[in-house]
């Protein structure tokens, strides 16, 4: 028997309130009954629910309604909504406003159990993790799996993926390109125990052409179209059983998301060109470095979908944010790339260090990575300086000690620091865009909108466009 639990249930009418109530205690609960919004109120000021379930129809104070006082004043408690009239409309806007689940009449005994288990499941491993946590905010931990930084926004994060690792609760990345959302989507899987040693399977959705992506997330059959000369897997069958990282989840296309949403919902999809349904249990993590409510108002991203992925949101802070991080950062990748490189640097001077922390980095940690490679291959001597940064550093510098004013926006000062890194670095790959977006760490398809936006075309650039 389950038990240990009060459940408290919202309904106006005393059949289906009963029904659920004997239910609930046959399973070893401990239940409560409320025929309205006001009544469920009070009984949750008097007693210790660790659920509600209400209906959304109701007289005078609807299960909407319910939710919204539920969530202002009591968190903590999660709410599930039940209803006869299912719509999307209601289940979006129930999941808006933080409901916990959301079911429709007539209610089937075991999905309901399953429901309240999953959610006493989670409230457990919260109430579990409370003391390490705790620990870990006294203490704190300069690294995480592959994460580095000591800031409080890292350390919050390092928890929070700690608490949610081992549920199935859908994940949102968001934060700009290079904040390692990646790494976090790597940590989250590595500390799930049902899922670590299956795969983990990573899609760059802006890399991968529109006519083509549906294929590789999905797979096809023979003949489905020209070119598909044998049946394929897709990445979600691949990742059966383990993870899968939607990386710039915000490029897929209206027909794209519908088919997300199932999966997300049913766990199913049919292969491009076929019929059969293929069921898979794959834990979807989806990353974005773009606003998906500005995507909505615009009518480019689905309010369903957004709700649906959004269940648990981790915003990763930018290196400007978190400054303090960058000497441990630095410690980091000096000695990766020492031994990559096989040189000996004991660590940086203090004009190295100067430079570096008065810089705004654009592109955040992986822009720093590569900035430290570079630094440990053009750098001699015991300690890395000011000396071993690209010019870009220098002439910031300058101007810095000049005290030169300019009525340039601040969007356009930050972004002649990446326009500056992304030209060095297309010339030192002598403009093959290929090995340059490896180096930066983007995909060509980032990079070539880059280029686009900066005009970094013409000359030897325009001549290698192929490339």
Same mark, same amino acid.
């Given at each position: 028997? $389950?038990?240990?639990?009060?459940?408290?249930?919202?309904?106006?009418?005393?059949?289906?309130?009963?029904?659920?109530?004997?239910?609930?205690?046959?399973?070893?609960?401990?239940?409560?009954?409320?025929?309205?919004?006001?009544?469920?109120?009070?009984?949750?000021?008097?007693?210790?629910?660790?659920?509600?379930?209400?209906?959304?129809?109701?007289?005078?104070?609807?299960?909407?309604?319910?939710?919204?006082?539920?969530?202002?004043?009591?968190?903590?408690?999660?709410?599930?909504?039940?209803?006869?009239?299912?719509?999307? +409309?209601?289940?979006?806007?129930?999941?808006?406003?933080?409901?916990?689940?959301?079911?429709?009449?007539?209610?089937?005994?075991?999905?309901?159990?399953?429901?309240?288990?999953?959610?006493?499941?989670?409230?457990?491993?919260?109430?579990?993790?409370?003391? #390490?946590?705790?620990?870990?905010?006294?203490?704190?931990?300069?690294?995480?799996?592959? =994460?580095?930084?000591?800031?409080?926004?890292?350390?919050?994060?390092?928890?929070?993926?700690?608490?949610?690792a081992d549920t199935k609760a859908t994940l949102l990345i968001k934060g700009e390109s290079g904040t390692g959302k990646r790494l976090v989507a790597l940590a989250i899987h590595a500390n799930d125990p049902a899922r670590k040693d299956k795969p983990f399977v990573e899609v760059s959705c802006a890399a991968i052409p529109e006519t083509l992506l549906?294929?590789?997330?999905?797979?096809?059959?023979?003949?489905?179209?020209?070119?598909?000369?044998?049946?394929?897997?897709?990445?979600?069958?691949?990742?059966?059983?383990?993870?899968?990282?939607?990386?710039?989840?915000?490029?897929?296309?209206?027909?794209?998301?519908?088919?997300?949403?199932?999966?997300?919902?049913?766990?199913?999809?049919?292969?491009?060109?076929?019929?059969?349904?293929?069921?898979?249990?794959?834990?979807?993590? *989806? *990353?974005?470095?773009?606003?998906?409510?500005? =995507?909505?108002?615009?009518?480019?991203?689905?309010?369903?979908?957004?709700?649906?992925?959004?269940?648990?949101?981790?915003?990763?802070?930018?290196?400007?944010?978190?400054?303090?991080?960058? $000497?441990?950062?630095?410690?980091?990748?000096?000695?990766?790339?020492?031994?990559?490189?096989?040189?000996?640097?004991?660590?940086?001077?203090?004009?190295?260090?100067?430079?570096?922390?008065?810089?705004?980095?654009?592109?955040?940690?992986?822009?720093?990575?590569?900035?430290?490679?570079?630094?440990?291959?053009?750098?001699?001597? +015991? #300690?890395?300086?000011?000396?071993?940064?690209? +010019?870009?550093?220098?002439?910031?510098?300058?101007? *810095?000690?000049?005290?030169?004013?300019?009525?340039?926006?601040?969007?356009?000062?930050?972004?002649?620091?990446?326009?500056?890194?992304?030209?060095?670095?297309?010339?030192?790959?002598?403009?093959?865009?290929?090995?340059?977006?490896?180096?930066?760490?983007?995909?060509?398809?980032?990079?070539?909108?880059?280029?686009?936006?900066?005009?970094?075309?013409?000359?030897?650039?325009?001549?290698?466009?192929?490339?």
């Amino acid at each position: 028997m $389950p038990g240990n639990g009060r459940i408290l249930i919202v309904d106006d009418e005393p059949l289906i309130r009963k029904s659920l109530y004997e239910t609930l205690r046959f399973e070893g609960y401990e239940a409560e009954m409320a025929s309205d919004g006001e009544e469920a109120l009070q009984k949750i000021e008097r007693l210790p629910i660790d659920i509600v379930i209400a209906d959304i129809k109701m007289p005078k104070f609807s299960g909407i309604d319910l939710l919204k006082q539920v969530r202002e004043k009591h968190p903590e408690i999660p709410v599930i909504l039940i209803t006869g009239y299912g719509t999307i +409309d209601q289940a979006v806007e129930a999941m808006r406003l933080g409901a916990a689940d959301y079911i429709t009449k007539p209610i089937m005994d075991g999905e309901i159990k399953i429901v309240i288990k999953k959610l006493f499941e989670q409230k457990n491993l919260i109430e579990e993790n409370i003391a #390490l946590r705790q620990q870990l905010a006294r203490t704190g931990r300069d690294t995480f799996h592959q =994460l580095i930084g000591k800031h409080e926004k890292m350390q919050k994060i390092y928890t929070l993926i700690e608490t949610i690792a081992d549920t199935k609760a859908t994940l949102l990345i968001k934060g700009e390109s290079g904040t390692g959302k990646r790494l976090v989507a790597l940590a989250i899987h590595a500390n799930d125990p049902a899922r670590k040693d299956k795969p983990f399977v990573e899609v760059s959705c802006a890399a991968i052409p529109e006519t083509l992506l549906e294929s590789e997330l999905f797979g096809h059959v023979k003949g489905a179209f020209t070119g598909a000369i044998k049946d394929r897997m897709g990445r979600f069958e691949l990742a059966d059983g383990g993870t899968i990282l939607l990386d710039e989840i915000d490029t897929f296309s209206p027909a794209l998301q519908v088919k997300l949403l199932r999966v997300l919902q049913e766990g199913e999809f049919e292969r491009v060109g076929d019929t059969k349904t293929i069921r898979v249990d794959v834990r979807i993590i *989806a *990353a974005t470095n773009q606003n998906l409510e500005e =995507l909505i108002e615009q009518g480019k991203f689905r309010e369903d979908l957004y709700y649906r992925l959004n269940v648990i949101a981790i915003g990763l802070p930018s290196l400007r944010e978190r400054k303090e991080d960058i $000497p441990v950062l630095i410690e980091h990748f000096l000695k990766k790339f020492s031994v990559k490189n096989k040189k000996k640097f004991s660590g940086v001077s203090d004009g190295f260090l100067k430079a570096i922390e008065a810089y705004q980095w654009p592109g955040n940690v992986r822009e720093l990575e590569n900035v430290m490679e570079r630094a440990t291959i053009v750098g001699h001597g +015991d #300690l890395l300086t000011e000396g071993d940064l690209p +010019d870009l550093f220098h002439q910031l510098s300058v101007s *810095a000690e000049g005290g030169e004013t300019t009525s340039r926006s601040l969007k356009e000062m930050l972004g002649e620091p990446e326009r500056e890194m992304i030209l060095r670095t297309l010339q030192e790959c002598h403009w093959n865009r290929k090995k340059a977006a490896a180096l930066l760490g983007v995909n060509r398809t980032t990079l070539y909108n880059k280029m686009r936006k900066y005009n970094l075309f013409g000359g030897r650039g325009e001549a290698l466009q192929h490339v």
